[in-house]
């Protein structure tokens, strides 16, 4: 999990600093905003960040910088596909082994978590 963590939190700053560099060169950005979205962006998502609080703070980044959706909308369009996935597998197996009761709890829990990521 720690790799996929480093990977994640290197791509959303990755992908930031290309967002970044694009507007301005276009000027469509200012050099103090581009510096307050930089600080934001690593000062939300130190390197001792854990998974679960990178993708708690992945959907906020672009509440106080709207621009950042550019970054934040994919990840987070992959992120409930892998969840969605992994939800309809662990309901399925279930659902397999006729354990209906515990199949509707994990169908309610997903449903709860997608509710949240909403």
Known sequence: MEDQTKQLREKVQSDVVALITARLKAGEMSQERAQKIAAMVLEKM??????????????????????????????????????????????????????????????????????KLS
């Open 46 to 115: 130190p390197e001792t960040v854990s998974y679960s609080e990178l993708m708690r703070i992945v959907p906020k980044l672009d509440d106080e910088f709207g621009e950042l959706a550019e970054v934040v909308v994919p990840i987070m369009i992959e992120y409930e596909k892998k969840l969605h996935q992994a939800i309809e597998g662990r309901v399925l197996k279930l659902v397999r082994e006729q354990k209906f009761k515990e199949a509707m709890i994990e169908a309610r829990k997903g449903i709860e978590l997608e509710k």
